[in-house]
């Protein structure tokens, strides 16, 4: 794989006993690769990536599910390991028999090093910068083709945490035949109440620039583009039968900020009979709840790809 070069590895044992004290035992090790990169036409730059491979990858010949997981808002593409702890608990997951050995990949959803504004993950809706475009015309051939993926149907997952979650609804919603299960912490989604109720700064910096809506007030941002790329706007115009193809996992603390946009989301599902679950326990938008919310999604994830 001749874009590895430009990598740094994390971990370069294969199937060795690691410390793992805080999870309760020592498990084979998967390898953790971080900032890889691949060059974009479309954006016109290198976008990094980081990934985890399962602890038996170099040892053998297999092929795996992937699942493309996202990050939030403040934070990069290494942050679901360096705070997440993502290859500590798919490699405890693993050695238990709870998780299925996959891949997991985190692409680098920033616009810029300062990380502003945010992009949702979405394409501007003038056409400026098209992360969007980027992912599924480029990111998923092209790491589908670098690295040992199931090609069979039924192997893809998509989900994150905050921005990530909002993203990896709006991907599966819109390529149902593409995402088989999707895994959404936290998912920012702002309901249109909220929307219009936010000062001018804080619409413009998260999504003004997706919605075409840049300085605009009150109702006028709930532009076309709002049912086109936020989630609870595609929900209302998506085809039922397309959505019963998912497969979603939903998980939002009670003391999050976002738990109104995911239990209307919520709602929304049980009346129309799409298939999804949906948890809101005690928590707030902070990564203890994540670590632990991310090892019932991959869990949710590994009966889906076993399905």
């Known amino acids: 794989m001749a874009s590895?070069?430009?990598?740094?590895?994390?971990?370069?044992?294969?199937?060795?006993?690691?410390?793992?004290?805080?999870?309760?035992?020592?498990?084979?090790?998967g390898k953790v690769i971080e900032s890889a990169t691949m060059p974009s036409a479309i954006l016109g730059k290198d976008v990094q990536y980081t990934v985890y491979l399962p602890p038996d990858y170099d040892s053998s010949t297999r092929t795996y599910?992937?699942?493309?997981?996202?990050?939030?808002?403040?934070?990069?593409?290494?942050?679901?390991?360096h705070l997440g702890e993502i290859n500590r608990i798919m490699d405890k997951g693993i050695?238990?028999?709870?998780?299925?050995?996959?891949?997991?990949?985190?692409?680098?959803?920033?616009?810029?090093?300062?990380?502003?504004?945010?992009t949702y993950y979405m394409n501007d809706a003038d056409g400026s910068?098209?992360?969007?475009?980027?992912?599924?015309?480029?990111?998923?051939?092209?790491?589908?083709?670098e690295y040992r993926v199931r090609k069979s149907m039924g192997i893809r997952g998509i989900g994150g945490l905050?921005?990530?979650?909002?993203?990896?609804?709006?991907?599966?919603?819109?390529?149902?035949?593409?995402?088989?299960?999707?895994?959404?912490?936290?998912?920012?989604?702002?309901?249109?109440?909220q929307i219009i109720e936010f000062s001018e700064g804080d619409f413009d910096r998260r999504y003004a620039r997706g919605f075409g809506a840049l300085g605009k007030t009150?109702?006028?941002?709930?532009?076309?583009?709002?049912?086109?790329?936020?989630p609870l706007g595609?929900?209302?115009?998506?085809?039922?039968?397309?959505l019963k193809k998912l497969n979603i996992f939903m998980d939002c603390g009670a003391e999050d900020r976002f738990d109104v946009g995911n239990f209307e989301?919520?709602?929304?599902?049980?009346?129309?009979?799409?298939?999804?679950?949906?948890?809101?326990?005690?928590?707030?938008?902070e990564w203890y709840y994540w670590r632990d919310g991310i090892k019932k999604g991959m869990e949710f994830a590994t009966g889906v790809f076993h399905h």
């Open 218 to 230: 009150g109702q006028d941002r709930i532009a076309e583009q709002f049912y086109k790329q936020h």
């Open 162 to 193: 905050s921005m990530g979650g909002y993203a990896g609804l709006m991907f599966s919603m819109l390529y149902p035949d593409m995402f088989q299960v999707t895994v959404a912490l936290s998912a920012g989604m702002y309901d249109i109440d």
């Open 4 to 29: 590895l070069q430009r990598v740094r590895v994390l971990a370069l044992a294969v199937l060795f006993l690691g410390a793992a004290s805080a999870f309760g035992g020592s498990y084979p090790a």
């Open 265 to 285: 989301m919520h709602t929304f599902f049980k009346k129309n009979g799409v298939p999804h679950v949906f948890t809101l326990r005690t928590g707030e938008h």
């Open 65 to 81: 599910p992937v699942f493309y997981l996202l990050h939030g808002g403040g934070d990069d593409d290494t942050a679901w390991v």
């Open 234 to 242: 595609i929900m209302r115009r998506a085809n039922i039968d397309d």
């Open 95 to 118: 050695a238990e028999g709870r998780i299925t050995p996959m891949i997991v990949v985190t692409p680098d959803g920033r616009r810029n090093p300062e990380n502003y504004p945010l």
């Open 129 to 145: 910068y098209r992360w969007a475009d980027m992912f599924i015309q480029e990111f998923v051939p092209f790491f589908e083709k």
